[in-house]
């Protein structure tokens, strides 16, 4: 077999990063979540696809994060809203993705997403997306549906439970995790364990509100959080004061840290 001309591995297009937001991220402050992913999708020369098939909202969402991505210096931003298989098969809709740079998914109900974009034209076209290299990120059930294994609903609590989750398809970007979110607001840990407890091969990742993790084509994982607020001029946080302050206490021998925020 012969080699194609000219061939050059550095131009073999990577895998773009995948950002995954535990929901409720900041749209008034500094925007930390909203702007590390304009900056991965190619700044002010970012072109933006906003699918809300997810949300009840209607096009609400759609022009709210329009809206937000216009102020932040976006020049181009779009919107894509399939509400069954047959609008996600339209090749006009799946056309408009072929210069997406980035892709934000909203939220609302992830099987709402999942079963109408996934296994269509509209899904292959995500996936081409990010193959060649464009940012997908997905807030609260647009996180969970990014995966391949599917947090579909389940009860809270924090203990875990025999069929306390229920599992679906997710849209197959990313492999081998089982994402949920809005994870301490609304105790969520119970059924996660559940889940990763009955498919050991499954890493489960938690999200919080208002925090992102975006996992790059090397598989290292960046993390992006809201500032914990400062308690005094030494730097050191609510936490850390609480902390200090219970260990002094004579009749604690000791304690036990959760490591569940950071």
């Not at 269509?120 to 995966?147: F, K, M, P, Q, W």
Request: glycine share 10%; hydrophobic share 45%.
């Amino acid at each position: 077999m012969l080699d194609a001309p000219n061939a050059n591995p550095d131009l073999v297009a990577v895998a773009g990063p995948v950002m995954i937001i535990g929901g409720a991220e900041d749209k008034l402050g500094d925007k930390a979540i909203l702007t590390r992913f304009v900056k991965l999708a190619g700044g002010t020369e970012a072109h933006i696809a906003v699918i809300s098939t997810a949300s009840s909202l209607g096009d609400v969402a759609t022009e709210m994060y329009r809206d937000l991505f216009a102020k932040m210096g976006v020049r181009s931003t779009f919107g894509l809203r399939p509400l069954t298989r047959d609008e996600a098969n339209d090749p006009s809709v799946t056309a408009a993705m072929d210069a997406a740079t980035g892709v934000f998914l909203t939220g609302g109900n992830q099987l709402r997403l999942s079963s109408v974009v996934g296994g269509t034209t509209l899904g292959a076209a995500l996936l081409d997306a990010h193959e060649r290299g464009a940012v997908i990120a997905g807030t609260s059930a647009g996180a969970s549906a990014v995966s391949t294994h599917m947090m579909a609903f389940g009860a809270s609590g924090p203990t875990p439970k025999h069929r306390m989750a229920q599992m679906a398809a997710g849209l197959g970007i990313l492999k081998n995790v089982v994402v949920d979110q809005h994870f301490e607001q609304r105790t969520r840990l119970g059924r996660l364990l559940a889940v990763v407890a009955g498919s050991p091969s499954l890493i489960g990742l938690g999200m919080d509100e208002d925090t992102a993790a975006i996992v790059f084509a090397d598989e290292t994982l960046e993390v992006v959080v809201r500032l914990q607020p400062i308690a005094d001029d030494e730097g050191l946080t609510m936490p850390q004061l609480a902390l200090a302050w219970v260990l002094r206490r004579s009749e604690v021998a000791s304690a036990i840290i959760g490591a569940s925020r950071p």
